[in-house]
């Protein structure tokens, strides 16, 4: 009778998507499967109140603010009021858009800002407390979304989320772990009576009531009440008592941007993706066109030849990436031709299969850009059709570990995404041109690559995931996983991935995801593969249309991730 009882517990664990990544997951695995509409994000709590909204009548851009706000509440490691992020929608008539509310440099911020006297630059300035904040754009994204085509008053939205700031969320052992990892980072910025400097411990419980007051304001002033009220005041109050430069002309001076999402064909697909200062869209777009005519489905999944195609294209990606973009407000960016067949065609004509392309060969010259591993998305189809596809970050785990007790809340540490100093890697190993270079209220280049995909011309898949510079090669594969090789939403995100991004030239895979094989024949072909043992690649949330209407919600086991739907 145990036997079968621990066999029953094996095939539920299977079914609900929540076992271990191995070498070879488990074929036909299915997510959460609903009727009506779907929510999949970091945590379950989050989804949970997302869900409640649409099932109360609300529309996918009111269960948007609930939920980036929730992530706040229940995700600080990447969800926060101080952070920012791009949401790509597309309504049930097939309209489609972007919104940019990525954080901006502050007024005072200047090119050498980070660097010393021998144009250096200096370790810590741009990632650790109040000089690497960026001025935050949450706040103004869920409400220039919800003013636009939200339907239930923003009081009933925010409700539910101030309720579970009060109660408070539980935390789960990755979550302990996470803490602990960062703990001696806050206690540095913050001092030893941080609220998150104790060593909370799985299970216990994390009640945030200096953030549920804040809320509370937002919810009875609207978004003014971060930009131009109380809460405004407090915080550039906290931040120059903290070193910083943000100023009250900083919060009032910030806007939103609707932008025109990039789009392109992939066989019978239309990928919609984000535009700059996403380069999400604009890499996933070069990357697809480069394989399609190689025919993955031949090749197939995850083999040496598959592989080398897919790496050479994100090789030639993130060379261009690097060099030419930047916030299109500041910088002329060459985007017809760099997304022209002809020129992606030329990139590839150096590529074969007889060994690898060194990334010097394809480079426009010495200059690197790094990224955050630790954003966060969600993403949502409601009852009438929409699809909403956001990815939303304040940079760093916790940001820039700068906590203001008073408000409740992490602000981001998003300055290290510009280039500090053009040709030097930031936090993450990613190297940046004069594209990027800071001045005062640009946008920083971004790697997060939200995305809505057709076929045929009915809505198809949400995707999206956190993961830095591995985002695109993230969503990318998920989107493969499907297309090319039949596979579901949660079969799709539990594939092992791998990832390259130019420089450092070597080709990211996770543990125990690929066979010694495999990698050894990568090698011989000239190949340098990296298999850390702390290597994740991404963490993808996504949602599968399936033939008969219904909804696949998938939610990556890599983290603590959960699809909910009704």
């Known amino acids: ?62 269960a948007m603010a609930g939920i980036e706000m929730a992530l706040a ?19 049930d008539n097939g309209e489609i858009g972007t919104l940019d509310f990525r954080e901006k440099a502050p007024l005072l911020a200047t090119e050498k800002m980070y660097l010393d006297e021998n144009d250096e630059v200096i370790k810590g300035k741009s990632t650790l407390g109040a ?20 339907k239930l008053p923003m009081k009933d939205i925010l409700a539910p989320v101030i309720a579970l700031a ?3 969320v539980i935390v789960t052992e990755k979550q302990e772990l996470r803490l602990k990892k960062y703990r001696d ?4 910025v913050n001092g030893d009576s941080s609220l998150f400097a104790k060593e909370w411990k799985a299970n216990d419980t994390i009640k945030r009531l200096q953030l549920a007051k804040t809320l509370e304001r937002i919810q009875k002033n609207g978004r003014d009440e971060f930009y131009d009220g109380e809460t405004g005041y407090k915080l550039v109050e906290f931040m120059q008592k903290s070193g910083g430069i943000m100023t009250k002309k900083d ?27 996403s380069s999400g869209g604009f890499c996933l777009q070069q990357i697809m066109k480069a394989i399609e005519p190689f025919h993955l489905d031949s090749l197939g999944h995850n083999t040496v ?60 010259g010495v200059i690197a850009f790094t990224e955050s591993d630790e954003t966060t998305h969600y993403s949502i189809v409601d009852p009438f059709g929409n699809a909403v596809s956001v990815t939303t970050t304040i940079n760093g785990a916790y940001g820039s570990k700068l906590y203001c007790e008073e408000l409740g809340f992490f602000l981001n540490n998003e300055m290290d995404d510009f280039s500090s100093k053009p040709g030097e890697p930031n936090m993450f190993g990613l190297i940046g041109a004069e594209a990027n270079k800071i001045e005062p209220q640009k946008r920083m280049l971004s790697s997060m690559t939200p995305t809505i995909v057709e076929k045929n011309g009915k809505l198809f898949m949400v995707v999206g995931t956190p993961g830095g510079s591995t985002i695109i090669t993230s969503v990318l594969q998920t989107i493969l996983n499907v297309h090319e090789y039949d596979m579901g939403m949660q079969e799709a995100i539990n594939q092992p991935r791998f990832h390259h991004q130019w420089l450092p030239d070597t080709v990211k ?54 699809a909910v739907g009704f």
């Open 1 to 62: 009778m145990k036997k079968l009882l621990l066999i029953s517990s094996f095939l539920l664990l299977c079914i609900s998507c929540k076992k271990e990544q191995t070498q070879q997951p488990e074929a036909n695995v299915i997510g959460v499967v609903s009727e009506n509409a779907m929510v999949v994000s970091a945590r379950e709590e989050v989804s949970e109140i997302g869900n409640l909204i649409l099932q109360k009548g609300g529309n996918a851009f009111d």
């Open 73 to 91: 509440v229940a995700y600080p490691y990447a969800g926060s009021l101080g952070g920012g992020g791009f949401m790509v929608y597309r309504l």
């Open 131 to 150: 000089m690497a904040v960026g001025i935050p754009g949450n706040i103004a994204g869920i409400y220039a979304s919800h003013e636009k085509y939200g």
């Open 166 to 168: 009060k109660k408070g």
């Open 185 to 188: 980072f806050i206690i540095e």
């Open 251 to 277: 919060l009032k001076n910030y806007q939103v941007r609707w932008r025109k999402p990039i789009t392109f064909s992939y066989d019978d697909l239309r990928v919609i993706s984000m535009a700059p200062p």
């Open 305 to 364: 030849q598959s592989i080398q195609v897919i790496t050479e294209a994100e090789r030639r990606a993130y060379a261009d990436r690097n060099y030419f973009l930047g916030d299109p407000d500041f910088v002329s960016i060459p985007t017809e031709t760099l997304l022209s067949e002809t020129y992606i065609n030329e990139r590839m004509s150096t590529f074969s299969f007889k060994k690898a392309t060194p990334s010097s060969d394809v480079s426009h």
């Open 509 to 562: 895979m996770e543990p125990d995801g690929f066979s010694e094989t495999i990698r050894n024949e990568l090698t011989q072909l000239g190949y340098f593969i990296d298999v850390s043992e702390s290597i994740v690649i991404g963490k993808v949330e996504g949602i599968l249309v399936l033939p008969d209407g219904k909804l696949e919600g998938g939610a990556d086991p890599r983290g603590d991730d959960k």
